[in-house]
C-alpha cells in the first residue's frame, strides 16, 4: 500500500493551492483520510480529516480556509487550501487508515510529504 501526494508549491500569501493524495496497492478498505503538517521546529499537527462516509474536520487553524475531500472510488483525498497565510508553510503529509489485503489488519499509512511555503 501507497499514498503519493502532491500539489505542493510557493504560493504568496492570499493565494491557494490544491493538494492531493492517492493510495494505491491492495486494499480491502479504508477509514478516515487526513492531512497533518509539520512546520519547521514543531510537531506534526492535525490539518483536516474525512471519514469514509464523508464527514469532515477541521483544525481550528484552518477553518473556513481549507476544504477536504476524498473520491472512494478513486481513493483519492484532496485539500483545497485558500486564503493561505505564512503560518500555514510547512510540508504537509496524507494519512490514511487502512486495511490492507495482505494482512487484513488496520494500519496507518502516510505519503511522503509535499511542501508548501507561503512566502511574498
Known amino acids: 500500500v501507497q499514498l503519493q501526494a502532491s500539489g505542493g508549491g510557493l504560493v504568496q500569501p492570499g493565494g491557494s493551492l490544491r493538494l492531493s493524495c492517492a493510495a494505491s496497492?491492495?486494499?480491502?478498505?479504508?477509514?478516515?483520510m487526513g492531512w497533518y503538517r509539520q512546520a519547521p521546529g514543531k510537531q506534526r499537527e492535525l490539518v483536516a480529516v474525512?471519514?469514509?462516509?464523508?464527514?469532515?474536520s477541521y483544525a481550528d487553524s484552518v477553518k473556513g480556509r481549507f476544504t477536504i475531500s476524498r473520491d472512494n472510488a478513486k481513493i483519492t483525498v484532496s485539500l483545497q487550501m485558500n486564503s493561505l497565510k505564512a503560518e500555514d508553510t510547512a510540508v504537509y503529509y496524507c494519512h490514511a487508515e487502512v486495511l490492507p489485503i495482505a494482512t487484513m489488519k488496520w494500519s496507518n499509512y502516510w505519503g511522503q510529504g509535499t511542501l508548501v511555503t507561503v512566502s511574498s
Open positions: 496497492g491492495s486494499i480491502a478498505s479504508i477509514n478516515d
Open positions: 474525512i471519514s469514509r462516509g464523508g464527514s469532515p
